[in-house]
């Protein structure tokens, strides 16, 4: 199963490199608030002395203080574990700073929740700002001790893309997918289970252990021997599947489940600056396929996606310079930029400052999913192609969606074989927030039906030139599937839960659409002719074709003559093709 992923580009110049990473565990949610989470921070009575009691109940306290005050109604994806790891590692000192002053933390000394990025320490969530700002990473990323009922995993990486392809060589030895990395475990007669120190020798000196921490997909608990693992990695031709420890000073083996290697390559060519469509793409917006991950248990799973953007300089070298180029005027030491430098063009009469921020030159963006699941297959859908068709775009018109884009079908024009499957799904909100001050984009709310809420249809159409749908006894498109998902579902079933975006599951009681909630017995309300009532989100189905055909399609709600245009074409070649 693959899925696309596309994005816009600004503020870019050749040699920008993008990272895809997604994480997994079961404690993943989205938010119906956007506050942050709580967070009490560490102090100096946690390290100081030598009475570990009184260290540990001070630390015990404060961290059972925020695992009770973790708030239900905010979005969670790292774990407050983990952050608290970050304020307590100490900053990498060997990277470049250039004339920032990053200052020291609460325990007394330069945290690596500061970065030449984020040199004041501010919180986003519970993630770490320097492991968002350097891949790849030195430490690993694990969220928590491991717990086979949680099973968080570190952030897996799933692309990298770059416009220096030679890039690929550094990103293949760096991934944390199948490298082990080290951090530092405090001793024993320490409850906190991480510490200051990044190298082995200041680790060892003090007293901790230099521990590798080994990456994992997941842990196969059902398999309780290596035989019984060596049966699930016979069966997995993508991942890698060993019997062993996952931290390297445990002697308790499991059957680990580690990710391949990120996919790397090229990025697609745009110009500067510009939020628009890859010649390198066909003419589509930027892109890259990228395979959904595979979990041989079987077992449902919540995860989350980010992006990472890097745009880079050749204002400096960017793997030459370090800190020994950091300003330090005192020792005659200054840095390659400096903020907001001024400039002699033609004698001291005539100077002219530069718009430089050192805490942008060279410097990371982001941008994350929201929760998804990776569901497991059914025993139909075992070993054919998925091809997933979803929505993308914001309310609003073309102005107000800026940089992002009205709502459109991803991808809005498909090939696939008759033996394939095809799952039609969207996700949508009811909370956006387009007043002022617009944030990431513009105001307004253009669109129609309740403002501030997204709604998609799926109905098909003669032909792509037109805006009306066929009504349902002139369609092709439904007679040609059937639903791999719902296999009691019949086409007007099937046709009625893509018309009303799931407010019907289906005309009449089939498994999968209990009393209720179909057309010829439910004690709802009638559906608002604009879908108001309807979900913002519909899972609908896994289709499967009995025969080849075209089908055009559009949305009724968002297809709104001379303002925007939410069609698609769907193409599906005989099996012999």
């Known amino acids: 199963n693959s899925c696309k992923k596309q994005w816009y580009q600004r503020r870019v110049r050749e040699g920008n ?35 570990w009691n009184t260290k540990n109940n001070n630390y015990n306290n404060r961290m059972n203080g925020n695992y009770q005050n973790v708030q239900t109604d905010r979005g969670l994806q790292e774990t407050v574990w983990w952050y608290d790891m970050c304020r307590y590692r100490e900053a990498n000192g060997g990277l470049y700073r250039a004339d920032q002053n990053l200052g020291k933390g609460t325990l007394g000394y330069i945290g690596s929740e500061r970065t030449r990025q984020n040199n004041n320490g501010n919180r986003r969530g519970y993630e770490c700002p320097e492991e968002r700002d350097y891949y790849p990473y030195w430490q690993p990323t694990h969220q928590s001790e491991y717990v086979a009922s949680s099973q968080r995993t570190p952030w897996i ?8 392809s030679t890039d690929c060589d550094r990103v293949q030895e760096g991934t944390e997918n199948q490298h082990g990395k080290y951090r530092c475990v405090p001793p024993a007669e320490s409850t906190r289970r991480y510490d200051r ?22 842990v196969i608990e059902a398999a309780g ?11 997995d031709k993508r991942n890698t599947i060993t019997w ?3 931290r390297s000073d445990s002697t308790e083996k499991k059957c680990v489940v ?13 110009r500067v600056n510009h939020l628009g469509n890859s010649i390198d793409t066909q003419g589509n917006a930027s892109r890259i396929e990228i395979d959904m991950p595979y979990f041989p248990s079987g077992i449902e799973k919540r995860c989350v996606m980010r992006l990472r953007y890097n745009i880079t300089t050749d204002e400096f070298d960017n793997y030459g310079t370090d800190h020994a180029d950091n300003e330090d005027q005192s020792n005659g030491v200054i840095s390659p930029v400096e903020q907001d430098p001024i400039i002699d063009i033609a004698g001291q009469a005539k100077p002219l400052r530069l718009a430089m921020n050192t805490n942008q030159y060279g410097r990371t963006f982001q941008d994350r999913t929201h929760v998804f699941k990776v569901l497991p297959r059914t025993s139909a859908m075992d070993g054919k192609v998925i091809n997933n068709l979803n929505v993308r775009g914001k309310r609003g018109n073309i102005v107000q969606t800026f940089p992002a884009v009205e709502y459109d079908f991803v991808p809005n024009k498909l090939t696939i074989s008759q033996d394939e499957l095809l799952h039609i799904q969207w996700t949508g909100s009811n909370t956006h927030n387009n007043g002022n001050n617009g ?7 253009a669109g129609d039906g309740t403002g501030g809420t997204d709604r998609h249809n799926f109905l098909q159409m003669v032909r792509s030139d037109l805006n009306y749908p066929c009504p349902y006894e002139n369609t092709t498109f439904w007679d040609m599937v059937e639903s791999v ?12 839960g893509y018309a009303t975006s799931g407010y019907y599951c289906g005309y009449s009681n089939y498994g999968g659409c209990p009393a209720g909630n179909h057309v010829t017995d439910s004690n709802k309300e009638a559906l608002n002719q604009q879908l108001n009532n309807a979900p913002a989100s519909y899972f609908g189905h896994v289709l499967k074709f009995k025969k080849a055909g075209t089908c055009v399609y559009m949305a009724s709600r968002n297809n709104n003559f001379t303002n925007r245009s939410q069609k698609g074409v769907l193409w599906v070649k005989p099996k012999s093709e």
């Open 17 to 51: 490199d993008a990272t895809s990473r997604y994480e997994r565990n079961i404690y993943m949610r989205d938010g119906t608030s956007t506050n942050t989470q709580n967070y009490n921070q560490p102090n100096k009575n946690e390290i100081q002395g030598d009475d």
């Open 485 to 496: 998902s719902y296999p009691q579902a019949t086409s007007l079933d099937i046709a009625v």
């Open 244 to 246: 062993m420890s996952l």
């Open 439 to 445: 944030g990431d984009g513009q105001t307004g709310d």
């Open 225 to 235: 021997d290596e035989g019984e693992c060596n049966n699930y990695k016979a069966k």
């Open 157 to 164: 990486d799933m692309a990298y893309i770059s416009g220096n």
């Open 197 to 218: 120190w990044i190298t082995e020798d200041a680790c060892t000196e003090n007293g901790g252990s230099w521990v590798m921490f080994h990456s994992f997909l997941e």
């Open 258 to 270: 580690q990710a391949p290697a990120p996919k790397c390559g090229q990025a697609p060519w745009t």
